[in-house]
């Protein structure tokens, strides 16, 4: 009886609320807004509340629980949502099918192709969002209808099919084995230079060894843009699994690095730096000049992966010269690749520098020009050039080494969690019951700690142990298992979830996640970015450069509301002035919001993802994650259209002015201030 209720109560709301006034019909959006609000960000699936707001009569209630239901991830929902993609509003439609694909349940492969190819026809915004639905959830049912479609023996609904056959080339990356290279290959050659360009896209994400040949071809397109995706294709492996020449290949990336387009510069280094061909290097070092400073920087990072006479005298120029902090750091660490008595000569004076992040690239460096017996940086007073070198050096080595395993034991307790986190990590190779008291003792004082690194190294390290055998197992179980209570942080709680049955199931679930906040609070959320107009739910601010200019970023409100919300409020704080850009990446992005400078750091505490339709095609500002839900102050901006990274990073707006500064940061670089406008 209580189920048909809600059936009917649905349908009459559907058809709107006769006699209710405008101003209560607002208020009862905005509290069903606020109530989903907060189960999404509690990540709580209440079926009764997402079918209510999924029948609501204001679209965008429905809207807005589509979305809900999907960041939830609770299957649940699909039977809830599948209806919606015949909703009469076309931005509900689009939600649903977002929704489902973020929900990656099989479920929903059928029904969506069905909607695809069947009557009556989805528009053709709908039915893009649905194809990249289907290969969001991938499979290979999804494999044979991309594959069926692109080569003409099936065909979609819609009268205009364009957009829907143009997302479907551009996401089958998406489907990894099951994805149709054949049905992909015709479409390199298209008219379209939006479906060329999706089709090269894909093809070289999936490294089609078919399409090895036309990435040549590519290279010479009148499209920057196409040129780079083939530029950063055509690496070695590619190369020789496509059957061509890796000499051939790697002229024509050599030629590649002189072309008029800078992405196309930094990618053709980019895939040269893998040929590891020292005879390359003398046709390149001209890029350690280039007019644009990353080019310079990604130029330096190539010459130390090829080596020889000619990188080396050119890197020890570059490191003594007067570059930007960018160049001249990577050039240090490209010597200790290329050259470690070249790099031992130029290294004293960073080792000796004020500045720890001198230090840290000296450690770096030193770690892989061979840290000798007792390496210095581990004793260095900063944790963050001790964390640079040990990690540097744990990934310069495979396995247990004696002698890494030796110097990372004791850091299990140092003062400083990133270095802590770096050392379990190397500990967890050996996986040796021996460690397990020093473990223990690392996770109870991990308690302190801003950021959950250090506790889950940790508790990997643990679990490493209790795979190594029954003795292993029953000791942790007695030992660790037993005794360690219920973490507070739901982050642990959900790597356990995903990595140790046998923890969750004393732990409990990760979700739902206590947020501290009231349903007012939601309610406040909601009329700021919800219901707002855009000159208030859009918020703008500028983010001011030292030496490199303002960049002016529009919020996105409507899609991510928590998400700009806590972004503004640590405006507000002026957490973010006076960070160093800590991480720049030549043609790919540009990171900041970490106090420490070294990618660990951070207030405390995470927010949750707001996956949304947002795509970074422009350059946008994204929440860094090191995991789903792990966000809180760290974001970065795409340099160049980055197709991977949606659906998976929460878009929370958009750069609308100040591009030419945008493209001028590099590594090191000081944001004087991040102020509302």
Request: charged share 20%.
């Amino acid at each position: 009886m209580r189920a048909r209720g809600l059936v009917v109560l649905g349908v009459l709301l559907l058809h709107g609320l006769a006699g209710v006034p405008a101003g209560a019909q607002e208020q009862a959006a905005v509290e069903q807004l606020a109530q989903v609000l907060a189960a999404e960000d509690a990540r709580d699936f209440r079926p009764e509340l997402f079918r209510a707001a999924l029948l609501a009569p204001d679209s965008l209630v429905r809207r807005v629980g589509a979305f809900g239901a999907g960041r939830i991830g609770d299957p649940r929902a699909t039977p809830l949502l599948l209806p919606l993609l015949m909703d009469p509003d076309t931005t509900v439609r689009v939600a649903a099918a977002f929704a489902l694909g973020l929900l990656r349940d099989s479920a929903a492969v059928e029904p969506l192709i069905d909607r695809l190819t069947g009557l009556p026809a989805l528009d053709p915004v709908s039915a893009a969002e649905a194809v990249t639905a289907l290969a969001t959830i991938g499979g290979p049912r999804t494999g044979e209808f991309f594959s069926a479609v692109l080569g003409g023996t099936r065909v979609l609904s819609q009268d205009d099919s364009a957009p829907a056959m143009a997302r479907m080339v551009g996401d089958a990356w998406r489907l990894g084995p099951d994805a149709p290279v054949t049905g992909l290959l015709p479409f390199m050659e298209d008219t379209s230079p939006a479906v060329r360009q999706r089709a090269v896209y894909s093809l070289g994400r999936l490294r089609a060894p078919a399409a090895a040949n036309r990435m040549l071809l590519v290279l010479r397109d009148a499209s920057p843009y196409l040129r780079s995706l083939a530029a950063r294709a055509l690496t070695r492996s590619y190369a020789e699994a496509g059957g061509i020449a890796p000499g051939t290949v790697a002229a024509l990336l050599v030629h590649a690095v002189d072309d008029e387009a800078p992405q196309v510069r930094i990618n053709a280094l980019r895939s040269l730096a893998e040929y590891r061909d020292s005879t390359l290097a003398g046709k390149i070092t001209s890029l350690l000049d280039d007019p644009i400073a990353n080019a310079q920087v990604q130029a330096a990072e190539t010459l130390g992966e090829l080596g020889g006479h000619e990188a080396v005298e050119a890197l020890l120029r570059a490191v003594a010269g007067k570059g930007t902090f960018a160049l001249r750091r990577t050039a240090l660490v490209g010597l200790a690749r290329a050259d470690s008595a070249a790099f031992g000569r130029a290294a004293p004076a960073w080792r000796g520098s004020a500045d720890w992040r001198q230090r840290a690239a000296a450690a770096e460096g030193s770690a892989i020009a061979g840290p000798g017996a007792t390496p210095v940086f581990l004793a260095d007073r900063d944790g963050r050039v001790v964390a640079a070198g040990l990690q540097a050096w744990a990934g310069e080595v495979k396995g247990a080494d004696r002698a890494l395993l030796a110097a990372a034991r004791p850091l299990l307790a140092h003062r400083d969690a990133g270095v802590r986190s770096v050392a379990a990590d190397v500990v967890a190779r050996a996986a040796d019951v021996a460690d397990l008291p020093a473990l223990e003792r690392m996770y109870a004082g991990t308690s302190r700690d801003s950021f959950p690194d250090a506790a889950l190294s940790a508790l990997g390290a643990i679990l490493a142990i209790r795979r190594s055998g029954p003795a292993a197992r029953a000791r942790v179980d007695a030992e660790f298992l037993a005794r360690a209570a219920r973490p507070a942080d739901y982050l642990i709680r959900r790597w356990a979830e995903d990595h140790w049955p046998e923890a969750a199931a004393r732990w409990g679930p990760a979700y739902p996640v206590a947020t501290g906040r009231s349903l007012e609070d939601y309610r406040d959320l909601v009329r700021r970015y919800l219901t707002a107009p855009d000159s208030v739910a859009r918020p703008h601010v500028i983010i001011d450069t030292e030496g490199r200019g303002q960049l002016e970023i529009e919020l996105l409100g409507p899609d991510a509301p928590l998400t700009v919300d806590n972004f503004l409020r640590l405006v507000e704080r002026r957490f973010f002035d006076g960070n160093r850009w800590h991480r720049v990446v030549p043609n790919f992005v540009v990171q900041d919001g970490d106090p420490r400078g070294d990618g660990f750091g951070g207030p405390g505490g995470a927010i949750r993802d707001e996956i949304n339709l947002n795509r970074y095609d422009d350059p946008m500002l994204g929440m860094a994650l090191s995991g789903p839900d792990t966000g809180m102050s760290q974001w970065f901006i795409n340099l160049s259209p980055q197709p991977h990274l949606d659906g998976t990073y929460t878009v929370f707006g958009k750069v609308v002015g100040g591009t030419g500064a945008l493209v001028r940061i590099t590594q090191g670089d000081v944001i004087r201030t991040i102020a509302r406008q």
